[in-house]
Protein backbone atom coordinates (compact mmCIF):
# COMPACT_ATOMS: atom_id res chain seq x y z
CA UNK A 1 0.00 0.00 0.00
CA UNK A 2 1.45 3.18 -1.29
CA UNK A 3 1.01 6.40 1.07
CA UNK A 4 2.01 9.93 0.29
CA UNK A 5 1.51 12.48 3.84
CA UNK A 6 2.15 16.16 2.84
CA UNK A 7 2.95 18.42 5.69
CA UNK A 8 4.18 21.88 6.48
CA UNK A 9 1.68 23.93 4.77
CA UNK A 10 -0.31 27.11 7.37
CA UNK A 11 -0.79 30.85 6.82
CA UNK A 12 1.80 33.29 5.71
CA UNK A 13 2.16 36.65 5.09
CA UNK A 14 3.23 37.81 1.55
CA UNK A 15 6.73 37.89 0.99
CA UNK A 16 7.21 34.81 3.88
CA UNK A 17 8.74 31.20 3.57
CA UNK A 18 7.57 28.18 4.16
CA UNK A 19 8.95 24.20 3.62
CA UNK A 20 6.70 21.51 2.75
CA UNK A 21 7.61 17.61 3.13
CA UNK A 22 6.06 14.77 1.47
CA UNK A 23 7.23 11.37 3.19
CA UNK A 24 6.08 8.38 0.49
CA UNK A 25 6.24 4.45 1.97
CA UNK A 26 6.78 1.81 -0.22
CA UNK A 27 8.70 1.50 -3.27
CA UNK A 28 7.41 4.10 -4.94
CA UNK A 29 9.83 6.86 -3.71
CA UNK A 30 12.55 5.26 -4.89
CA UNK A 31 11.25 4.00 -8.68
CA UNK A 32 9.03 7.37 -9.77
CA UNK A 33 10.05 10.92 -10.41
CA UNK A 34 8.18 13.04 -7.95
CA UNK A 35 6.21 16.07 -8.03
CA UNK A 36 3.98 19.10 -6.21
CA UNK A 37 0.97 19.95 -7.34
CA UNK A 38 -1.82 22.48 -6.13
CA UNK A 39 -5.18 23.10 -6.45
CA UNK A 40 -7.16 26.33 -5.48
CA UNK A 41 -10.60 26.77 -4.46
CA UNK A 42 -12.74 26.33 -8.18
CA UNK A 43 -9.60 25.74 -9.97
CA UNK A 44 -7.95 22.37 -11.29
CA UNK A 45 -4.95 20.54 -9.84
CA UNK A 46 -2.08 21.50 -11.90
CA UNK A 47 1.48 20.58 -11.52
CA UNK A 48 4.32 23.55 -9.91
CA UNK A 49 7.22 21.42 -9.43
CA UNK A 50 8.91 18.51 -10.18
CA UNK A 51 12.31 16.08 -9.63
CA UNK A 52 13.41 13.31 -11.29
CA UNK A 53 15.48 10.64 -9.71
CA UNK A 54 18.82 11.72 -10.96
CA UNK A 55 17.93 15.85 -9.48
CA UNK A 56 16.77 16.95 -13.28
CA UNK A 57 14.02 19.47 -11.83
CA UNK A 58 10.98 21.22 -13.73
CA UNK A 59 9.12 24.01 -12.32
CA UNK A 60 6.10 26.20 -13.28
CA UNK A 61 6.46 29.62 -14.90
CA UNK A 62 4.45 30.99 -11.82
CA UNK A 63 7.01 29.40 -9.30
CA UNK A 64 9.74 29.68 -11.37
CA UNK A 65 13.11 31.11 -8.71
CA UNK A 66 10.85 31.39 -5.95
CA UNK A 67 10.05 27.49 -5.58
CA UNK A 68 12.93 24.67 -4.93
CA UNK A 69 11.78 21.23 -4.95
CA UNK A 70 14.39 18.44 -3.68
CA UNK A 71 14.56 14.88 -2.27
CA UNK A 72 16.06 12.99 0.26
CA UNK A 73 16.16 9.50 -0.73
CA UNK A 74 17.07 8.07 2.88
CA UNK A 75 14.14 9.59 4.42
CA UNK A 76 12.14 9.01 1.98
CA UNK A 77 11.42 12.46 1.61
CA UNK A 78 10.62 14.95 -1.13
CA UNK A 79 10.71 19.16 -0.31
CA UNK A 80 9.63 21.92 -1.49
CA UNK A 81 10.90 25.55 -0.44
CA UNK A 82 8.87 28.63 -1.19
CA UNK A 83 10.16 31.57 -0.80
CA UNK A 84 8.57 35.17 -1.90
CA UNK A 85 5.10 33.81 -0.97
CA UNK A 86 2.10 35.35 -3.09
CA UNK A 87 -1.48 35.34 -2.40
CA UNK A 88 -2.22 33.44 -5.30
CA UNK A 89 0.15 30.79 -4.34
CA UNK A 90 -3.08 30.21 -1.92
CA UNK A 91 -4.06 26.53 -2.21
CA UNK A 92 -3.95 22.96 -1.25
CA UNK A 93 -0.53 21.18 -2.06
CA UNK A 94 -0.07 17.46 -2.81
CA UNK A 95 2.84 15.29 -3.94
CA UNK A 96 2.47 12.65 -5.84
CA UNK A 97 4.77 10.96 -8.71
CA UNK A 98 4.73 12.45 -12.16
CA UNK A 99 2.57 11.92 -13.88
CA UNK A 100 0.65 11.46 -11.32
CA UNK A 101 -1.15 8.31 -9.88
CA UNK A 102 -4.77 8.43 -9.51
CA UNK A 103 -5.10 5.98 -6.41
CA UNK A 104 -2.14 7.41 -4.26
CA UNK A 105 -3.04 11.39 -3.37
CA UNK A 106 -2.79 12.28 0.03
CA UNK A 107 -4.89 14.42 1.99
CA UNK A 108 -2.80 17.71 1.24
CA UNK A 109 -1.65 20.53 3.14
CA UNK A 110 -2.89 24.26 3.18
CA UNK A 111 -1.29 27.02 2.11
CA UNK A 112 -2.25 30.11 2.73
CA UNK A 113 -0.85 33.73 1.98
CA UNK A 114 -2.56 36.68 3.18
CA UNK A 115 -1.73 39.82 5.72
Known amino acids: QVQLVESGGGLVQPGGSLRLSCAAS????????MGWYRQAPGKQRDRVAS???????YYADSVKGRFTISRDKSKNTVYLQMNSLKPEDTAVYYC?????????WGQGTQVTVSS
Open 26 to 33: GSIFSIYD
Open 96 to 104: NTVPARAGV
Open 51 to 57: ITGVGNT
